[in-house]
């Protein structure tokens, strides 16, 4: 299996300015390490809800750091504050609309207010880059999705999709653990 550069982005004022720890990026490295099964390179960064700078960070991690993955937490909200998504726009090649809507469904089964999120999934040049929420257990089920008792998918998270979408833009090939989630992927 081909290791893969996964860029990470925690976006929260409160925490980039220490006044509280940083859980986002904890929470997406936990739950990579136990869903991905190819070697990872992680490239992270914590910064304030600023759309220039989140902006930029994004151009980075895709243009010069060549990440064909990009998560993004936090700033998704209502909030005026909240501009991943606006950022995330401004640099994309491409808009993905079934990310989002499928973050949505996900997180609708857990809370009603998930309708008020705006999540959004890009493909920039061959990176594929997803919004998701800040909270640990929401990046959680937004990835992995929904599950009965007996762990059967009831609703698919996003990554189920994740490794189709890099491998179809030019991306290495990521193999998952399907006890966490099962991708599609065609046959080799």
């Not at 937004?142 to 833009?169: N, Q, R, W, Y």
Request: net charge neutral; charged share 25%; aromatic share 4%.
């Amino acid at each position: 299996m081909e290791k893969i550069k996964i860029g990470l982005i925690s976006i929260s004022d409160r925490a980039s300015k220490g006044i509280y720890k940083d859980k986002g990026l904890p929470a997406l490295k936990d739950w990579l390490d136990l869903a991905v099964l190819n070697d990872k390179e992680y490239i992270e960064h914590l910064i304030p809800d600023e759309q220039n700078l989140i902006e930029k960070t994004l151009i980075k991690l895709v243009d010069q750091d060549k990440c064909p993955l990009v998560l993004t937490t936090g700033g998704t909200g209502p909030y005026i504050r909240d501009v991943t998504p606006d950022a995330t726009l401004a640099v994309a090649d491409k808009v993905m609309p079934g990310f989002g809507e499928q973050m949505r469904q996900v997180s609708l089964y857990y809370v009603p207010t998930a309708i008020l999120s705006r999540q959004v999934g890009v493909i920039r040049k061959q990176s594929l880059i997803l919004n998701l929420p800040g909270r640990p257990n929401a990046i959680k089920e937004t990835l992995e999705g929904v599950k009965d008792d007996d762990g059967h998918v009831k609703i698919h998270g996003v990554f189920a999709s994740v490794p189709m979408c890099i491998e179809v833009i030019g991306g290495p090939r990521v193999e998952t653990n399907e006890k966490i989630v099962k991708a599609f992927l065609p046959k080799i």
